[in-house]
């Protein structure tokens, strides 16, 4: 209030300082820090990155190591202490007698790092599509669009389902498939904004300057198009892991060997009508958390990024 | 209208031709299905007679000509491991899923519009602060994760509910249908809750934005400037409105829905196609592969042609000839 009225006292003459620009990313920040909720997110998903990073680090052993593993050992409750190796099995094991919290570590890295490289593929592929349609327009614009139309129309688990089993399982085909049924999205993303930009001012301004096409469209038009492209990529991230998650689960996604979430949680299922609930509930709790972090992240950024709800 | 129909058929019909054509070489591509349909043991006189009768010893183009000339004439190949038509299979398998579908969608409408009407009417009270995140919750919850607890704690830990399979069924017009017996409601509760709750955050959030932009327009305020009482406004007045962005989102995902009950019918043991779907990928039955993705392409374009022409019909404001296809 006071400061407000020392603006209004300080407007007529033209000596008050200037405060000093607000840059667009300082802008962003601090509004991103006005949701405690949304802030939440951000450090649950940063301390899920760093578990997935560090995984080999940190895990009480290798889950994929045959050495360290004993048959013996197999669907232990959690909290169950192994003396002969030394180690407790704090969320219990699996018919392996592997440790559960030694495979979510692991199975986060491959997850995360499916979802993130995936999301990365398709906002390549998408972007340059979008970017393509929106500046050549006419009937490229019309052609890429329409095919945009017509796979959006279909369900992205139905495509990723007949994709794997024509593709079969691997690391790289599940990114493929979800290349595929995630670029169409980045594509309308990005040429929507394009569209809206192209008409400005800057950007004519730049065409009066005769700068070249690709200065002005990955300098200037770009950059301009990014708020909602942040907001779809981490929406869309969310959405990787768990479509993977659930093609893995229904046993079309990652081989036996690269055992992501949905595989751990798959494993857990033929257990869990005997009563050992924890081989399917931590992984799950695991990759609820990653999801709902970088969701609740994503929600929030898509409410200080929209220009119509912008104070 | 009837110009709008044959643009959009005519459409539907390349849409359909080129999904066929993909999903034909894709399918055909997959494995070798005869080393699963015949023992060892068999000498290669047999394997021989197995890859004619089943036409795999033509080339892949007059294979798929074949395959198109026979789908015109609604037979779209027998399955390798029934012997049976596929069609007749899925058609078999079909009212499971629509039933299911159903189900999981009047659930997500029953919960989903009181929930957004009241998180819209007062977007700040503590309540609706609550229901806005648990939708989230609802956005995130990965699907089959949550069917398996809905397993563990209903039918394993207080075993209310029955885990699998579709229970009782009766016969409405020749159809064989769970919801009208007592134990095929409780057969269908879980899968149908689990399969409708991502739908239930949809619609929440849905009607929550269509309640705040219409509070605010003028003729709520005449409407109460009128001295109408504000049930009246809200539930005749604002809820007309909002219907419309309901209707058409929820038309839409019916075929999401048909598509991601794959998922909840392989954890409910469910008998619909979906599962059909899932086994027969594992069984390389590629006749039923091919089949079932011509069925729901097919259904996903009726839907989407509905849906549109449903939008013209709520909304007097739309025309057709605008609404991209």
């Known amino acids: 209030m006071s400061a407000a009225s020392e603006n209004m006292a300080a407007a007529p003459d033209d000596h008050a300082p200037i405060p000093a620009p607000q840059t667009p990313f300082r802008r962003l920040v601090s509004d991103f820090c006005e949701s405690k909720l949304a802030v939440g997110g951000l450090i649950v998903f940063a301390v899920i990155a760093l578990i997935a990073i560090f995984a080999p680090l940190i895990s009480p052993q290798d889950p994929y190591d045959l050495m360290q593993l004993d048959i013996m050992n197999g669907k232990l409750p959690p909290g169950s202490h192994d003396d002969y190796m030394g180690i407790t099995f704090w969320l219990g094991t699996d018919d392996q007698g592997r440790d559960l919290l030694s495979g979510i570590f692991y199975g986060l890295r491959i997850s995360l790092s499916v979802g993130i490289a995936s999301a990365f593929l398709s906002l390549l592929i998408g972007g340059a599509v979008g970017l393509f349609a929106a500046y050549a327009g006419g009937k490229w614009d019309a052609f890429l669009m329409r095919v945009v139309d017509i796979q959006l129309s279909f369900p992205a688990i139905l495509i990723a389902l007949i994709l794997l089993a024509v593709l079969g399982q691997g690391i790289d085909k599940i990114i493929i498939a979800l290349v595929v049924t995630q670029w169409a999205y980045y594509a309308r993303t990005v040429r929507g904004s394009a569209l809206i930009e192209r008409s400005k001012e800057y950007i004519e301004a730049a065409q009066c300057l005769s700068l070249g096409q690709n200065r002005i469209i990955f300098s200037h038009l770009l950059p301009n198009c990014l708020p909602p492209l942040i907001v779809v990529v981490t929406m869309r991230v969310a959405y990787a892991v768990m479509l993977e998650a659930t093609l893995s689960f229904l046993g079309m996604g990652l081989p036996i060997t690269e055992p992501s979430l949905g595989l751990l949680i798959a494993n857990g299922f033929e257990y869990m009508l005997s009563g050992n609930y924890w081989i399917s509930f931590f992984p799950g709790i695991a990759l609820l958390l990653t999801i709902v972090s970088i969701n609740l992240v994503g929600d929030h950024l898509r409410d200080i990024l929209n220009p119509r709800l912008q104070r | ?325």
Do not use: C
């Open chain 2, 1 to 325: 209208m009837l110009a709008f129909l044959i643009r959009r058929t005519s459409q539907s019909v390349v849409v359909l031709l080129v999904m066929s054509l993909l999903v034909f070489v894709g399918v055909y591509a997959i494995g070798d299905p005869v080393q699963i349909l015949i023992s060892p043991d068999a000498n290669q006189e047999e394997i021989q007679r197995v890859i004619t009768s089943l036409g795999l010893d033509k080339p892949l183009w007059e294979q798929y000509w074949l395959f198109l000339v026979n789908a015109l004439q609604g037979d779209l190949g027998n399955s390798f491991v029934y012997n049976q038509p596929a069609l007749k299979l899925i058609l078999e398998r079909m009212p499971a899923t629509l039933e299911l579908a159903a189900f999981a969608v009047v659930i997500a409408i029953f919960f989903g519009i009181p929930l957004g009407m009241i998180a819209g009417l007062r977007p700040n009270a503590w309540y609706s602060r609550t229901i806005m995140s648990v939708s989230i919750l609802g956005f995130s919850l990965p699907t089959f994760w949550v069917g398996l607890m809905m397993i563990m704690v209903f039918a394993v830990m207080i075993g209310w509910l029955p885990a699998s399979g579709r229970g009782e069924t009766v016969d409405l017009f020749g159809v064989p249908v769970s919801f009208l017996t007592w134990d095929g409601l409780q057969h269908m509760l879980l899968p149908a809750i689990n399969l409708g709750l991502f739908k239930i955050s949809l619609v929440i959030r849905l009607t929550r934005a269509g309640m705040r932009e219409n509070l605010l327009m003028d003729y709520v305020k005449f409407a109460y400037a009128k001295g109408l009482s504000s049930s009246r406004v809200i539930f005749l007045h604002v809820l007309k409105n909002i219907m419309v962005p309901i209707v058409t989102v929820v038309g839409l995902e019916l075929g999401n829905v048909i598509a991601f009950a794959v998922v909840t019918e392989s954890i409910f043991a469910w008998p619909g196609m979906g599962k059909l779907l899932i086994d027969s990928i594992g069984l390389l039955d590629r006749p039923i592969v091919v089949a079932y993705l011509l069925i729901t392409v097919v259904m996903f374009i009726l839907i989407n042609l509905v849906v549109d022409v449903l939008y013209s019909v709520l909304d007097p404001r739309v025309r057709l000839g605008d609404l991209k296809s």
